[in-house]
């Protein structure tokens, strides 16, 4: 078994899985990361990434265009993104009790509209629907073994590392990134800073539904080529713990992201193994929340640790 694994970490079939894998969760976390920053969490993701998948596939079919498709999906990802702004928001009612509903509705909704619309029961297999396009990085193509690993990877995939540069400039380097960390911070203060907190609230909540759809279009158009009946597989819930690991910045989403990306690479090639496949399936799940359980437990010992020691210089004094 142990020389098993050494020769799929070795594997640049691997690693291109690896990446492939990684990218949606790392936009969600991104989407996730942004919104927390801002003080309120987008647990509607899971619901974002199904109608944008759906959309998607639909819309590409319609107009036999894939980027029309991935517009209209990003657009359905923010529409689910407002909604959850205008109860939490508007309404006042807990943003996490109408994320989980609205992902709930997601799940059936999703498959109530494609059956509606196509007759098909949890997969677009009579719709011709497009798939987005593969990248062949020229100069990239022909270093060895890194090549086969970064080059030709979907288009998605590629914007996700540009999302990660964007959203850490968003919130480190711009006058809105400040105001996004005040409003997370201290809503109070920041209305009498003259920032409208749900001003700030509703843009992270865009931000982040134009990520969850970037990352349901490349399930359903990339990842796969069509949309079937639960095609997030958690992947929205998992961006909340992740974002947790990821310590509320957007280059720590990478390496949270990775976690998933890794283990569930690992868990395809373990298939072959005789291992059962509901322990494969379940296996980056796992790792995810033992991952955010050890990183929780360790900034608490940290707190904790600090709290103290401010504790023995005021009694010192």
């Not at 990218?23 to 944008?52: R, Y």
């Not at 961006?239 to 989403?253: I, L």
């Not at 395809?268 to 379940?282: D, H, R, S």
């Amino acid at each position: 078994m142990l020389d098993f694994i050494a020769g799929v970490f070795g594997s640049s079939n691997y690693w291109f899985i690896v990446v492939r894998s990684t990218a949606p969760i790392l936009l969600v976390t991104l989407g996730a990361v942004i919104t927390e920053q801002a003080g309120i969490k987008n647990m509607a993701l899971e619901g974002s990434m199904l109608w944008a998948a759906l959309v998607g596939v639909l819309a590409s079919a319609a107009t036999g265009s894939a980027w029309i498709g991935l517009l209209a999906g990003m657009a359905a990802g923010v529409a689910i993104a407002l909604v959850l702004g205008i109860f939490a928001l508007k309404l006042d009612a807990n943003a996490v009790l109408v994320g989980v509903a609205l992902n709930l509705l997601s799940t059936g909704g999703t498959v109530f509209t494609l059956f509606s619309i196509t007759g098909d029961k949890g997969i677009s297999s009579s719709l011709a629907s497009k798939t987005l396009p593969v990248i062949r990085i020229p100069f990239l193509a022909d270093v060895p073994w890194l090549g086969k690993v970064l080059s030709g990877q979907n288009f998605i995939i590629y914007v996700s590392i540009v999302a990660v540069i964007v959203v850490h400039v968003i919130l480190n380097k711009m006058t809105i990134g400040r105001r996004i960390r005040a409003t997370g911070e201290n809503v109070d203060a920041a209305r009498a800073a003259g920032i409208d907190p749900n001003r700030i609230k509703f843009f992270t909540l865009v931000v982040s539904g134009m990520l969850a759809g970037l990352a349901g279009c490349f399930l359903s158009m990339g990842y796969t080529s069509n949309f079937t009946s639960g095609i997030s597989a958690g992947r929205g819930y998992v961006a909340n713990a992740a974002q947790v690991v990821a310590g509320g910045t957007a280059v720590g989403s990478i390496f949270a992201a990775l976690i998933f990306g890794i283990t569930d690479a690992m868990a395809t090639f373990l298939q072959n193994v005789g291992l059962p496949p509901e322990l494969i399936q379940a296996l980056p799940y796992a790792v995810t929340i033992v991952g955010f359980i050890v990183v929780t437990l360790i900034r608490d010992k940290r707190e904790a640790a600090r709290k103290l020691r401010l504790f023995s210089r005021g009694a010192g004094r």
